[in-house]
């Protein structure tokens, strides 16, 4: 059974450059969620997907990051003009349903980002 | 607001002997905890979780944890360890849309 995955596992970008994280979720799992993990700010929650629909944007950093889903399945996190602090490894797990508080996140590998 | 506290940033244990990372919650509500470890350069495994029910909670890997209601506190718990259960460990508690994680504790086995 696959788990969640995502793309690219690795990511060196310079200054000023967009760059696309991708997230492809288990299977059947509705809910959606990106986390970025950082030396500084430990694991911090971003934003979260029921379907297709983002109801809570405010974990977002910057209007700088934004991210969508299509087809209640794969997500993108995108980041346009990237920031030397936009490095970090950017986590997306999945979910059953967002509404049952006692659904287990289950992540991906999580795409290291390293913006020189 | 939800939150954890992981007090230890390293636990050291000999291989063959207990192991205990601790953790401790603040919420309003019932508590809906989880354990998460880390492996260097992967993402997070789930371990284990409370919802209710038994306060001893067993989990992946031979791995424990007891919910203590009085004592706010969800430790993670394993009868012998082993050297490949050296990682990074996370505690978790659920908040509205989201998981909040404590610090981080790196568990060290040697051998």
């Known amino acids: 059974g696959a788990g969640v995955s995502q793309s690219p596992s690795n990511k060196v970008t310079e200054k000023g450059k967009d760059v696309e994280l991708r997230c492809d979720p288990i299977?059947?799992?509705?809910?959606l969620y990106w986390y970025r993990q950082s030396l500084g700010q430990g694991l911090e929650f971003l934003i979260y997907?029921?379907?297709?629909?983002?109801?809570?944007k405010s974990g977002l950093p910057s209007d700088r990051f934004s991210a969508e889903r299509t087809g209640g399945s794969v997500s993108t996190l995108t980041i346009q003009r990237t920031q030397q602090e936009d490095s970090a490894v950017y986590l997306c797990?999945?979910?059953?349903?967002?509404?049952?508080?006692?659904?287990?996140?289950?992540f991906g590998p999580g795409t290291r980002l390293l913006v020189l | 607001a939800q939150s954890v506290a992981q007090p230890e940033d390293q636990v050291n244990v000999a291989e063959g002997n207990p192991l205990t990372v601790k953790c401790t919650y603040s919420?309003?509500?019932?508590?809906?905890l989880f354990w998460y470890v880390q492996y260097p350069n992967r993402g997070l495994q789930f371990l284990l979780k409370?919802?209710?029910?038994?306060?001893l909670v067993k989990g992946s890997y031979g791995f424990e944890a007891e919910f203590n209601k009085s004592q706010t506190s969800f430790h993670l718990k394993k009868p012998s360890a082993l050297v490949s259960d050296s990682a990074l460990y996370f505690c978790?508690?659920?908040?509205?849309?989201?998981?909040?994680f404590g610090t981080g504790t790196r568990l060290l086995v040697s051998p």
């Open positions: 299977s059947g799992h509705t809910a």
């Open positions: 997907f029921q379907g297709n629909s983002a109801p809570d």
């Open positions: 797990a999945s979910s059953l349903a967002w509404q049952g508080k006692q659904e287990t996140q289950y």
């Open positions: 978790a508690v659920r908040g509205f849309q989201k998981l909040v």
């Open positions: 409370y919802i209710t029910g038994d306060n």
């Open positions: 919420v309003s509500g019932n508590p809906y």
